[in-house]
């Protein structure tokens, strides 16, 4: 339901859910419409205003994928130029590690750093209840662990990952599993979601070989899922289902763990989204 539109001398904003309270800031001053940014533009602003968070002597999760990279570079520009300074990072995956190296970040793990002050990381896709699907890369289980263990967890998004519904861009929904008997766990897997229509399964293969399948950082194997209008249902209860099922490790639904998303708009203006409570916000 369409809420009412606010006016302003630049924009007319539609407030779509009683969940949140939006107001958009564009971030020039000119009145002239702004050429549209590509998206990999659009995942650089997200990513710098993330790292405006950031401060010296902080541990922080590096995210993982195209999004995060660019606050990779970001951070590691900063550190690089003394402006942030005793900085710790923890990957969340091996080629984010391999980066953050590269850029100059110093780094840890969470046997030595169990608390993370900020996370930053990009996402698949993001609801308005700021429920995420992630690790379309492969890295969910790593990512989950060390996002779950951070006091803030800020996600960097550009507006085409913003869904109604988890599973609703037609993208997979992924979830590990161990490789022994993979096919047994995949029909458990398909029998759980026995009935919904438009529901299909796979296992994740190499790009370009079909017959080998994809390893994650872990070792383990990865089963995709894939909802044509989306998850439906208590997402709580289909995450226990789902984790229930011996042989799955991790999936890639984050549920009720992220404090802001931080989302890049074509026109270069930025929405951030403050979880609060059960409540969400949206300043610009």
Known sequence: MRGPIIRSPSLDLVVPSPLCRLVEMPLTASAAPAPEL????????????????????????????????????????????????DIVGIPTSKKTEVHA?????????????????????GADEVDRHLNLVKGRGGSLLREKMIEGASKRFVVIVDETKMVNLLGGSGLAVPVEVIPFCWSFTMGKLRRLFDG???????????????????????????????????????LDEISDAILKIVGVVEHGMFLGMTTSVIVARKDGSVTVINRMGDRSTVTG
């Open 196 to 234: 919904v229509p438009g529901f299909d399964l796979r296992l994740r293969t190499t790009s370009g070989d079909e017959m080998t399948p994809s390893v994650t950082d872990n070792l383990n194997y990865v089963i995709d899922l894939f909802f044509e209008k989306g998850i439906t249902g208590n």
């Open 101 to 121: 190296r590269a850029v100059g970040i110093p780094l840890s793990d969470l046997d030595n750093h169990p608390v993370v002050d900020l996370s930053i990381d």
């Open 38 to 85: 590509s998206q990999d533009e659009l995942k650089r602003i997200a990513a710098y205003r993330a790292v405006d968070l950031v401060e010296s002597g902080m541990v922080i999760g590096l995210g993982t994928g195209s999004t995060a990279a660019h606050a990779l570079d970001r951070l590691g520009d900063l550190i690089r130029r003394g402006i942030l300074r």
